[in-house]
Each structure stands twice: as structure tokens, then as C-alpha cells.
């Protein structure tokens, strides 16, 4: 019976904004400006308590167990204590939350993106060999782009830069238009199977 | 000690190559590709005094990218006296759209609240992208500082997309997307994009249909946009950095595989 109620709540508005999207009658707009508004931030708001009530109770249990404890710990204070002092404080200008976000987040998460330069390095040494013809292919795709994207000009000659810049514009370009279509497609009938009750994985199983 | 092994060297030999050559600090020459020229004619063709939203649609990692880019674009929208609609789609890209949009509105001697309007960030991008399209001041009531969104003159006359000359996203993943497929297709607003140099093949197609306006991205982008409107910045100098560590990749593509072929044929071809 649960399983019902949730497929004809699904349905019912899966079809309505569905229908209110194309329309362009003047209630139709206002409803859905409503919906997109109001209803969609306080569903956001409760998937957000949902995701911060999962961290804490998977951290605190792993910290029972001693797994990694120093490390869960720092994500519980840290969870903790931006929050902390976004109330006190807020979070515009000069704040010290927006301090702790400047100073310790950004170089923190900037520090691990940078770090993937060095691993494609030592990636590009040790693995990127042209064992096969389509590798040989993808290496001189991967050379022609990366010389091309570096500023070389008089060093690089044009020609590199010019098939560098065909690579993109054909045949990566039809591979990105196919996944696109496809992912489009995909989305577009998942979303239907879903609405008509077809596709009934989301509820979870019958126990 | 324990013996460094080759990949303590590449790692090592990256890091040295990177600090000299920013240090040696030398000048290199670029030129100018179509898709940045196009973008920086897309901002030139907008008549004076017309209104922009700016999304930063970034994450704080992808910063050292994003910084120079934007800058580069601020400063020639500012330069050409459009108002300007900060926002932001993603939480991170809050604070540092604040950060850089005042920072180059103090270089132009822009007021804020005439010359351009910080909204801030609104959470679920596909439907704040939507409720704007049908009323922004019902979407941000209130500023990113807490002004009522009624009380800035800029903002009199701007209630939904129509009233807009275009988006220009700065993005640094696939949240462009939801402006071209939401703005652009539903509202018809006219939607642009800065994005990271890792995205670009991704908004090549709908650049080519036409579906995305204009394009550029990358420290190369950022740099190529600095040379465009006559202003050094960090673009340039990064890009120094990122062509020393392309050529250095590039040498250890081809070391690896001579080794490889060696090895291959020392070994009969059965590797």
C-alpha cells in the first residue's frame, strides 16, 4: 500500500510539472514559480539535514571503532564550527567565516587539485605508452593538445596547432554530441519510466 | 634513507621547472584564438548601461583557474560600463564572486548598487535558474548583504531575463549546462561561458549550434583575454607555468615511450 501512495504521488506530480513547464498560462506559471521557489529550497533544506545526519552518525561510529579517528574528528569540528561562526558572526565581508573559507579551504582544496598535476606527470611517464593503434591515436591527440595549448607560437610550428584545433572541432566534438544525445535520451526515458510506475527501483524492495 | 625511484624524480623535476620558470619570469608571446576574440567582441557589442548577470558557478578548488578568467572578464565588462548581476549557483563560488567582482569594481570606480549588485548564492541551480526566469526579485528578495532587492536603482527596471542582456557563466564543471538548457531553451536569454580549461570540449557542441553564445576558458583563455583588453594579470604568468609543465609532460611521453620500444624490441616484441 505505501509503495501505491508513493508511485501515484510520483505520478501525479511528475505529470503536473511536467505539464506546468510547457505551459504558459498565467496560473500554470505562477504555480510553477512557487514550486521552483519555495517547495524545491525546503526539499533541498531536508535533503541537506538528511546528508549532514548521515556524516556525523558514520563519523562518530567510525570513531568508536578508532577507525581514521584524528582524521573524523577534524571533519566533525569542522562541521561544527563554520556553522558556529556563520550564527555568530555571518558570513559576509570580513567574517571569520569567511576567513576560515579563504585561508583554510580554498588553499586546502586548491592544494589537492594541484596535486593531480603531479600524478598526471608521472601518469604520462609510466603508463601512457602506444601499445595498440588506437593508443598510438590517443597519444598524438594528447600531444597535439597539449603542445598546442601552451603558448609556443613561433617555437610550435602552425600546423600543429591547426590539426591540434581539427581534433576538437571533429572528432572530439562527435563523440561529446553523441554522448550528449545520448545521455539525453536516456534521461528522457528514464524520467517517463519512472512517472508511468515502469521503472519501480527507487522504491526499494517489497521487505 | 630510502632510494628515490622515478616517480619522486618526475614529481621533483616538475615542481623545479615550475619554480624557475616562474621566476626567470619570461615573456611569452601568444596568439589570440577565435572563440576568446569572440567573446571579447560579444562584450564590446553591448551597448553602454546594459545589464549582465555574472553567475559564478565554481568550486573554491579550481580557484587559481577561475581567478584569472574572471578578472580578465570583470575588468572588461566594468571597462565598458555594463551593469552587472553577481550571482552564484554554487555555494563555494559565493564568497569569491563577492571577493572578485568588488575587487575589480573598486579598480573601475563602480558604485555598488548603481553600477553593479551582488545577489549571492541560491541554492538548486536548475530551479533558481527557472524562478529568475520568471521573476528575479521574487527569486533574490534581498542582496548578498541583506538590502531588499527593490531598493537598488540598477535593479528598478529588472524583473525577469527580458530585462537582460545575457548570462555569462564562470563555471568550472557542467552547471553551464543548466543555463543553456533552462536559460537559453526556455527563457531565450542569451547565455556566455568562462569555463576551466577541462570543460571546454564539453561546451564545444553547443557552442557550435549556437545553443551557447560565446566561449573561452583555461589559463590560455585567461591570458589571451588579458592580451585582448591591454591588461597584465595572472593569466599570463600561469600560463607560463602550465607551458613549461605541458612540455615537461610531453618530453616524459616521448622518454616513456623509447623506453617502452626499446625494451620491446630488446625482449623480441613479446612485451
Redesign the interface.
Known amino acids: 500500500m505505501g509503495r501505491r501512495i508513493a508511485q501515484i504521488i510520483c505520478f501525479a506530480f511528475g505529470a503536473l510539472l511536467f505539464a506546468l513547464y510547457f505551459s504558459q498560462h498565467p496560473t500554470a506559471r505562477s504555480l510553477n514559480t512557487a514550486v521552483m521557489i519555495d517547495y524545491w529550497q525546503i526539499i533541498f533544506a531536508i535533503t541537506l539535514l538528511v546528508g549532514v545526519i548521515s556524516f556525523v552518525r558514520i563519523n562518530l561510529s567510525n570513531i568508536r571503532r578508532g577507525d581514521n579517528r584524528p582524521y573524523r574528528i577534524i571533519s566533525l569540528v569542522g562541521l561544527a564550527v563554520m556553522p558556529i561562526l556563520a550564527i555568530i558572526w555571518g558570513i559576509k565581508g570580513n567574517s571569520p567565516f569567511m576567513w576560515m573559507f579563504e585561508y583554510v579551504q580554498v588553499p586546502m582544496q586548491s592544494t589537492v587539485f594541484a596535486l593531480l598535476a603531479f600524478f598526471v606527470a608521472s601518469a604520462s611517464f609510466r603508463g601512457f605508452r602506444a601499445r595498440s593503434a588506437p593508443a598510438a591515436v590517443l597519444l598524438t591527440a594528447a600531444l597535439l593538445t597539449l603542445t598546442s595549448r601552451s603558448s609556443l607560437e613561433g617555437i610550435v610550428p602552425q600546423f600543429i596547432t591547426e590539426a591540434a584545433d581539427w581534433v576538437r572541432g571533429n572528432p572530439s566534438m562527435a563523440a561529446r554530441r553523441a554522448i550528449l544525445i545520448g545521455i539525453g535520451l536516456g534521461s528522457l526515458t528514464t524520467s517517463l519510466r519512472v512517472i508511468l510506475g515502469i521503472e519501480r527501483t527507487w522504491l526499494g524492495s517489497d521487505k | 634513507m630510502k632510494r628515490l625511484n622515478?616517480?619522486h624524480w618526475?614529481?621533483s623535476?616538475?615542481?623545479a621547472i615550475v619554480v624557475i620558470t616562474m621566476a626567470a619570469n619570461v615573456n611569452?608571446?601568444?596568439?589570440v584564438s577565435p572563440e576568446t576574440e569572440r567573446m571579447f567582441n560579444y562584450i564590446d557589442s553591448l551597448p553602454t548601461g546594459a545589464t549582465v548577470i555574472v553567475s559564478f558557478d565554481h568550486?573554491?578548488?579550481?580557484?587559481?583557474e577561475i581567478r584569472p578568467i574572471a578578472l580578465a572578464l570583470l575588468r572588461h565588462t566594468f571597462s565598458r560600463d555594463l551593469n552587472l548581476i553577481g550571482i552564484a549557483l554554487l555555494a563555494?563560488g559565493t564568497?569569491?564572486g563577492?571577493?572578485l567582482m568588488t575587487q575589480t569594481a573598486d579598480e573601475y570606480d563602480k558604485t555598488y548598487g548603481i553600477d553593479y549588485v551582488y545577489l549571492g548564492f541560491k541554492?538548486?541551480y536548475i530551479?533558481?535558474i527557472?524562478?529568475m526566469g520568471?521573476?528575479i526579485p521574487?527569486?533574490y528578495p534581498e542582496d548578498?548583504?541583506?538590502y531588499a532587492y527593490r531598493d537598488h536603482e540598477m535593479l528598478q527596471n529588472i524583473k525577469n531575463y527580458n530585462d537582460i542582456a545575457g548570462v555569462i557563466s564562470i563555471a568550472d564543471g557542467s552547471l553551464t549546462t543548466h543555463w543553456i538548457e533552462y536559460g537559453a531553451s526556455?527563457y531565450n536569454v542569451k547565455v556566455s561561458a568562462a569555463v576551466t580549461?577541462a570543460m571546454m570540449?564539453?561546451y564545444?557542441?553547443y557552442l557550435?549550434s549556437g545553443q551557447l553564445h560565446a566561449m573561452f576558458g583555461?589559463l590560455?583563455g585567461a591570458?589571451e583575454y588579458e592580451k585582448l583588453i591591454g591588461i597584465g594579470g595572472s593569466g599570463k604568468r600561469s600560463?607560463?607555468a602550465?607551458?613549461v609543465?605541458?612540455?615537461?609532460?610531453?618530453l616524459?611521453?616521448i622518454?616513456?615511450?623509447i623506453i617502452?620500444?626499446r625494451g620491446r624490441r630488446k625482449d623480441g616484441g613479446s612485451s
Do not use: C, K, W
Request: hydrophobic letters at 40%; glycine letters at 8%.
Open positions: 622515478s616517480r618526475i614529481f623535476g616538475l615542481f611569452l608571446d601568444m596568439r568550486e573554491a578548488s579550481s580557484l587559481p563555494e564568497g569569491i563577492y571577493r541554492p538548486q530551479a533558481a527557472l524562478s520568471e521573476s521574487d527569486t548578498y548583504l541583506g526556455r580549461a570540449t564539453t564545444d557542441p557550435a583555461g590560455r591570458a600560463m607560463l602550465q607551458s609543465a605541458h612540455i615537461y609532460v610531453v616524459l611521453i622518454v616513456g615511450n617502452y620500444f
